[in-house]
């Protein structure tokens, strides 16, 4: 489809290490030719493309969401050349921001980018969280005693958590390519493991305890790797390099099968 739709959903930390993580990555934005939509001449190819995504969100809605403070999410987009075929390609970068709360404040806000991350998650060419492992129940965009910011895709294996089920989101039938960097995020397959998944899927998890302090260049070796239509091999390669070897594994197709037409 011309189109290289991604999210980004970098995790909150009650010591605030998420605000460096988020710097960084906006830094990585900036430099690497990403620009907030709103700020990018698109020409009416250009957004039948971007609205032909499912689900549907209008150009002009994003360009709304991007205003909003605080918002839900903020879009981004940067044109690049497919290396194999010399076609231009739209990458579109879905960013998600953790919320800055304590317990008990108003969580109206982390409600909504929770129910944005369920509704897209799924549906999106790459999926990209960098934050808490939460007890490996799921990424988590505020405190951990609030409830409302949590996508729970596994049960865990701590009764530290707040009780719950497994959320519900739909996966679409396309390759998808999911890094989860958060704390021994392998505990996450217990509710990753359906058969859809295992067909369509590369999933990139951790297999230990993850620092803060790589979350920036995790998401943007990852990025840049898809985008560049890296191996999946050599993907995972620079990542564990900056941690150390084996601290992300692969599950499942293991080989980067995205193609931006």
Not at 152 to 180: E, H
Not at 196 to 209: A, F, P, S, W
Not at 236 to 249: I, V
Request: a positive charge; hydrophobic letters at 30%; one cysteine or more.
């Amino acid at each position: 489809d011309g189109v290289f739709d991604h999210m980004v959903v970098i995790g909150y930390d009650e010591d605030g290490n998420h605000l460096s993580e988020q710097s960084d990555h906006e830094a990585y934005l900036r430099k690497s030719g990403f620009k907030p939509i709103q700020k990018t001449n698109l020409s009416s190819e250009d957004i039948k493309k971007l609205e032909s995504l499912t689900p549907k969100v209008s150009v002009a809605d994003m360009k709304k969401a991007n205003q909003q403070v605080p918002g839900v999410v903020r879009y981004f987009v940067k044109r690049f050349t497919d290396k194999k075929t010399g076609k231009e390609v739209i990458a579109l970068q879905r960013l998600v921001l953790p919320v800055s709360m304590r317990a008990g404040n108003d969580s109206t806000i982390a409600k909504q980018k929770e129910a944005y991350i369920k509704q897209h998650m799924g549906q999106v060419d790459a999926f990209l969280y960098g934050g808490h492992a939460r007890y490996g129940t799921g990424p988590d965009i505020d405190h951990i005693d609030s409830s409302a910011g949590n996508i729970r895709v596994a049960n865990g294996y701590s009764r530290k958590p707040k009780a719950g089920t497994i959320d519900r989101v739909k996966y679409g039938d396309r390759y998808q390519l999911m890094l989860f960097d958060g704390c021994t995020t392998t505990h996450y397959l217990s509710g990753l493991n359906s058969r859809q998944m295992q067909k369509n899927r590369d999933l990139i998890l951790t297999t230990t305890e993850t620092p803060w302090g790589t979350t920036g260049f995790n998401m943007k070796t990852t990025i840049d790797g898809i985008m560049q239509q890296r191996s999946f091999n050599g993907i995972m390669g620079d990542l564990n390099d900056k941690t150390g070897a084996g601290t992300y594994t692969a599950r499942y197709l293991k080989n980067n099968r995205y193609v931006p037409w």
